[in-house]
């Protein structure tokens, strides 16, 4: 049995989390062939993020931000090693210079790109400890260098697979050394261009990383280790009576992640549903409970719970022709060519007679651009401040949940689910 293992942030996040990640592969060792995907450690994304904008747009010390990151990499170390003399200190010390000798020059002006080389370094260095830890448990475990099995385009920041030549690569190396019975470990996230650069597959990417692994090895399951119980109904931070669901389908799991549940990321489901691999999301905390498994089908009679999702930060653009010409047909592939060629997603959008309005992430500076280039031929106005409420199966008594004292803005129902904007 083959099985794909992926870990985020919160569950390497320290050196205890680390140990406990470590108790779960050994827990599963004995029956599986493993690979493991691991993201960056705790909020080192972020973190790191800051250090391309102090390089990139010289606000900040980038130098000394990439420093504060390293000294925490290597506490954690020392914390799960016990001492600084292991090999692992060289490697992280290496793969911070790395990057520190960027500084040296000034950035190139592809933003994105000088992104990917830098951000990058989360999941290195997440997975180089993690690797070394777990050989330190005498688990005989192999790091491999993701970018040179995953290969993508030069989308930096959004690296698009090449399935092909992915495929290739993952299946010369991989299944000769599952065979000799070692687990794989290998970084989310990222990917390599076909000369040899870093890209980035967009934020919380590293799901999909493992389902792509999942897919191309043809994989009997996934289980994606998260600080939450499984896949609940709402998010529990902001509902209150958000409950598990034990089963769901690709076909709920991939509604409910597009609009917006961040239990994982959207792009996880297609490449499992195409092999039909079985994904589990389960807790790292409490590993011995069941979570939630994704298949096919839903049993027999399975009724789902309202499924409520919040998207917070909405902006509600309303276009309105200038001319008073229909927006119809012609308007609206000039409108959507525009916020493809910017990459906005909508999350929602509704049209009338003169005009179009779409609900979208209020990320200022995404759409400033989409905005100038909208008005050149429309009148646009913006309405900030709005959630988006997303509920699949709702019942009279969810609606009223979430729109108890709250200006509905825009609503679209179909049988199965209502969305609404609301203040
Ligand atoms: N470390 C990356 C992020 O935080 C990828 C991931 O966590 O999946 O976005
Ligand atoms: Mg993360």
């Known amino acids: 049995m083959l099985h794909v293992f992926k870990f985020g942030g919160a569950s390497v996040k320290d050196a205890p989390a680390v140990r406990n990640v470590a108790d779960i592969v050994a827990h599963f060792n004995n029956e599986h062939r493993i690979v493991i995907i691991v993201s960056a450690m705790g909020k080192t994304t972020n973190a ?13 010390n980038a130098a000394d931000l990439l420093n504060q990151i390293k000294e925490q990499h290597l ?14 200190f060289t490697l992280i010390e290496q793969a911070f210079a790395t990057v520190a000798q960027r500084f040296n020059h000034p950035p190139s002006t592809a933003y994105s790109y000088e992104y990917d080389q830098i951000v990058s370094l989360g999941e290195l260095v997440a997975t180089l400890i993690v690797s070394d830890y777990l050989n330190e448990c005498r688990m005989g475990v192999e790091w491999l260098d993701a970018r040179r ?10 690296g698009q697979i090449n399935w092909k030549e992915s495929a290739k690569r993952v299946l010369s190396v991989l299944p000769k050394m599952l065979d000799n019975s070692k687990i794989i470990i290998t970084q989310g996230f990222m990917g390599g261009t076909i000369e040899g650069f870093t890209t980035t597959l967009g934020r919380e990417g590293s799901d999909y990383t493992a389902a792509v692994f999942a897919n191309l090895l043809d994989a009997d399951a996934m289980t994606v280790w998260k600080d939450v119980p499984g896949i609940l109904s709402a998010d529990p931070r902001i509902v209150d009576n958000a409950v598990l669901i034990p089963v769901l389908s690709y076909y709920e799991a991939i509604e409910m992640t597009y ?16 092999k039909n691999i079985p994904l589990y999301v389960r807790s790292f905390v409490k590993p011995t409970e069941n979570g939630t498994i994704v298949q096919a089908q839903l049993p027999e009679g399975t009724v789902l719970p309202p499924v409520v999702v919040i998207k917070k ?14 927006v119809a047909e012609e308007n609206l592939s000039n409108i959507y060519q525009l916020f493809a060629q910017h990459r906005i997603k909508t999350n929602l959008t509704q049209n009338a007679a003169i005009s179009f309005s779409a609900c979208i992430d209020n990320t200022p500076n995404r759409i400033t651009e989409l905005l100038d280039e909208l008005a050149e031929n429309y009148t646009v ?7 988006l409420i997303t509920i699949r199966h709702y019942t009279p008594e969810a609606i009223a949940q979430h729109t108890q004292n709250r200006e509905i803005l825009l609503e679209q129902k179909s049988r199965h689910t209502i969305q609404m904007v609301v203040k």
């Open 48 to 60: 790191l993020e800051e250090v391309v904008d102090a390089y990139y747009y010289q606000k900040g």
């Open 75 to 88: 506490s954690v170390s020392r914390e799960l090693f016990g001492h600084d003399f292991h090999p692992v």
């Open 149 to 158: 099995l995953l290969r993508t385009d030069n989308t930096y920041r959004e």
């Open 259 to 274: 609009y917006g549940a961040h239990v994982i990321h959207p792009k996880t489901i297609k490449p499992v549903q195409n």
């Open 313 to 326: 930060n909405q902006l509600l653009l309303s276009v309105q022709s200038n001319d008073f010409s229909f």
């Open 381 to 387: 106005h913006k309405n900030e401040g709005l959630e």
